[in-house]
């Protein structure tokens, strides 16, 4: 039994933009509009305008909303102020990473968590599970949002043309109710292209005249429309994991080098922290793979699961691979044991097609914008 892909509010401005369309969790989102090179270069030169529409909020409320999250995640989201984010990991009981997660504290008692679109239903499901006993609501709220987000370098100018908001005291993974172009919108900027920017959660209904208003603000200075191909290129470029490549259930938060999202000293239990004490442990001794960046000598492009090799051994595997836009040569991220992850490691090659083709082990991410 087939199922149709669910459409964002703004589908058919994009296929009038001529985008070409995949299936992408479920959802039929743009991939590109024209040149994934144009459309990646301009959100590091200048910017560019995305509907994230796919992602999934869900809402928390009541008087123990937030013992709900620091029991169910491994963050510590009482010590979030309000108007402030915090990216953290939702874990099963072994340790395995569910999803990774931007929680925005909108209130004292209210807070939405944003979960990636493949794994909406599946954060939704275990948050309404861990809630149970709780003086704490769950809501769905994946029909409720819109979401726009323009990322570049010249984005606060372009938004600073449609609101009043006080961006400039926007900080970094903080969000703050305002207008844009009219619109009432949740401003936040949490971005994941490696550049400034802002996200925008508005009512589906006003999704369609507040692209055009952006769109309009930004003529001036480059702005275009950006599909989800160049946000690949660009979050890899920024070493910014995808979730299924870089964090899967197999995988702890330790594993994944991001053990500094498990907060063990926060008050009471949470879900999975046996586990996951024990996997720090294992981390602290010897981490058995590392994630690294690899940067190719030559031109053929590394893609998840091909194998990483070193003296006719296998030492890891390719988690995600592009061609770089801006470094102009293929990139990639992968998992290679211990051995082998110090930058500059010599003789590592990754198996295109039988064909070990030399590769440089460098530190995450390639690349970081001039604040």
Known sequence: MSTAPRLTALDALHRSLGATMTDFAGWDMPLRYGSERDEHNAVRTKAGLFDLSHMGEITLTGPEAVKVLDHALVGNISTVGVGRARYTHICREDGGIL????????????????????????????????????????????????????????????????????????????????????????????????????????????????????????????????????????????????????????????????????????????????????????????????????????????RAGFPVVADGQVIGEVTSGAPSPTLGKPIAMAYVDAAHAAPGTSGVGVDIRGTHEPYEVVALPFYKRQK
């Open 99 to 302: 999803d990774d997660l931007i929680v925005y504290r909108l209130g004292e008692t209210e807070f939405m968590v944003v979960a990636n679109a493949s794994n909406a239903q599946v954060v939704l499901d275990a948050l309404t599970e861990r809630a149970a006993g709780f003086d704490a609501e769950v809501r769905d709220d994946r029909d409720a949002y819109a979401l726009l987000a323009v990322q570049g370098p010249e984005s606060p100018d372009i938004l600073k043309s449609l609101t009043d908001a006080d961006l400039d005291g926007l900080k970094y993974y903080a969000g703050l109710p305002g207008t844009v172009a009219g619109v009432p919108a949740l401003i936040a900027r949490t971005g994941y292209t490696g550049e400034d920017g802002f996200e925008l959660f508005v009512a589906p209904e006003h999704a369609v005249e507040l692209w055009q208003a952006l769109t309009k603000a930004g003529e001036g200075v480059g702005l275009i429309p950006c599909g989800l191909s160049c946000r690949d290129t660009l979050r890899l470029e920024a070493g910014m994991p995808l979730y299924g490549h870089e964090l899967t259930t197999a995988l702890t938060p330790f594993d994944a080098g991001l053990g500094r999202v498990v907060k063990f000293e926060k008050e009471g239990d949470f879900v999975g922290r046996a586990a996951l004490e024990a996997a720090a442990e294992r981390a602290a001794s010897a981490a058995p793979r590392k994630l690294v960046g690899l940067i190719a000598e030559g031109r053929r492009v590394p």
